[in-house]
């Protein structure tokens, strides 16, 4: 794979000193709702709870298999009324890829499945017993997985938050003709997303993930885009690139170095900066039907709600 030339933007960065990009991505020294050592635990319970309501409420199949490893599974949620044509709403939970479970990120399954819509949440492996390789190979396959079960689909939209919303970002590049089918993939909305992994070699949060250059630039899609700037996945089919306001300067960097290459290239792309959240409530708050995420959520998959 050819180096790309770093923008300046990326390139800013590099003249970090080591404890300044350390603060830079641990999105909790950010918040100013509560205190930093607090955010995190907050934001699972709030998971949690989410996902006891969502699976008490809502009609379920939980721990499907999309695939034959112990990690391929996903938890399938349903609206109340029975139907073979549906959108389908897959989500990849974030935690720097060596943290967060799908039994702890059902936040929006309550307003969406009651607006019809089927939510799946997916499981990868984490590390430091899943590689960034695996963990694309996982989303990908669950992404196949899911049009082959529900091929009369309406749309899939898939979702990914910080780690998740990186794997996400790396379902453009897939083959989909080596997995024998195409998806009806509708619609991308990618929210506090890291989307150049260079920077996080030099940060605690490669301590698990034992991240080299070569896989760092393999498996990041803003230097992926600029490299090849292929479009499998079509250029109609909507991206939404998001951020919280109480987020880092890197965070917001890189979602709007994002966004504008994608705009550059020719897809259908769109920014949106939340006002008033950061990079924990922005998708705690998906509990809520009128929560703004989760309003434009609603209105990606049904236009004219």
Same mark, same amino acid.
């Given at each position: 794979?050819?180096?790309?030339?770093l923008?300046? @933007?990326?390139?800013?960065?590099?003249?970090?000193?080591?404890?300044?990009?350390?603060?830079?991505?641990?999105?909790?020294?950010? +918040?100013?709702?509560?205190?930093?050592?607090?955010?995190?635990?907050?934001?699972?319970?709030?998971?949690?709870?989410?996902?006891?309501?969502?699976?008490?409420?809502?009609r379920?199949?939980?721990?499907?298999?999309?695939?034959?490893?112990? @990690?391929?599974?996903?938890? !399938?949620?349903?609206?109340d009324?029975?139907?073979k044509?549906f959108?389908?709403?897959?989500?990849?939970h974030?935690?720097?890829?060596q943290?967060?479970?799908k039994?702890?990120?059902?936040?929006?399954?309550?307003?969406?499945?009651?607006?019809?819509? +089927?939510?799946?949440v997916?499981?990868?492996?984490?590390?430091?017993?899943?590689?960034?390789?695996?963990?694309?190979?996982?989303?990908?396959r669950?992404?196949?997985?899911?049009?082959?079960?529900?091929?009369?689909?309406?749309g899939?939209?898939?979702?990914?938050h910080?780690?998740?919303?990186?794997?996400a970002?790396?379902?453009?590049?897939?083959?989909?003709?080596?997995?024998?089918?195409? *998806?009806?993939?509708?619609?991308?909305?990618?929210?506090?997303?890291i989307?150049?992994?260079? *920077?996080? !070699?030099?940060?605690s949060?490669?301590?698990?993930l034992?991240?080299?250059?070569?896989?760092?630039?393999?498996?990041?899609?803003?230097?992926?885009?600029?490299?090849?700037?292929?479009?499998p996945?079509? *250029?109609a089919?909507?991206?939404?690139? +998001?951020?919280g306001?109480?987020?880092? *300067?890197?965070?917001?960097?890189?979602?709007?170095?994002?966004y504008?290459?994608?705009?550059?290239?020719?897809?259908?792309?769109?920014?949106?900066?939340?006002?008033?959240?950061?990079?924990?409530?922005?998708?705690?708050?998906l509990?809520?039907?009128?929560a703004?995420?989760?309003q !434009?959520?609603?209105?990606t !998959?049904?236009?004219?709600?």
């Amino acid at each position: 794979m050819a180096a790309p030339v770093l923008s300046a @933007g990326q390139a800013t960065w590099k003249t970090l000193s080591a404890e300044e990009l350390e603060k830079q991505y641990s999105p909790s020294r950010w +918040v100013v709702r509560m205190k930093a050592e607090d955010v995190v635990n907050a934001f699972v319970e709030t998971g949690i709870q989410a996902t006891r309501k969502a699976r008490a409420t809502r009609r379920n199949q939980l721990d499907v298999p999309y695939g034959d490893g112990e @990690g391929d599974k996903m938890d !399938i949620y349903f609206p109340d009324e029975d139907s073979k044509a549906f959108p389908l709403f897959l989500f990849f939970h974030g935690g720097y890829w060596q943290s967060g479970s799908k039994d702890v990120s059902a936040f929006m399954v309550n307003p969406l499945t009651a607006q019809g819509v +089927v939510v799946a949440v997916v499981a990868y492996d984490i590390a430091p017993k899943g590689t960034l390789d695996r963990m694309v190979d996982q989303v990908i396959r669950s992404i196949v997985f899911l049009q082959r079960r529900y091929p009369s689909n309406e749309g899939i939209y898939v979702c990914g938050h910080s780690a998740g919303a990186h794997l996400a970002a790396m379902v453009f590049f897939a083959s989909w003709t080596k997995h024998g089918v195409v *998806p009806n993939l509708q619609g991308f909305l990618l929210v506090s997303g890291i989307y150049d992994l260079e *920077p996080i !070699i030099a940060t605690s949060q490669n301590d698990p993930l034992h991240m080299t250059l070569e896989d760092a630039q393999r498996n990041s899609p803003l230097r992926r885009l600029e490299v090849a700037p292929a479009r499998p996945v079509g *250029p109609a089919c909507p991206v939404l690139v +998001v951020v919280g306001q109480h987020e880092s *300067p890197e965070f917001h960097r890189q979602s709007r170095e994002f966004y504008e290459t994608l705009c550059r290239l020719g897809w259908k792309a769109s920014f949106q900066r939340l006002r008033g959240v950061d990079h924990f409530d922005i998708i705690e708050n998906l509990t809520q039907e009128d929560a703004e995420l989760t309003q !434009i959520i609603l209105k990606t !998959i049904f236009p004219t709600l």
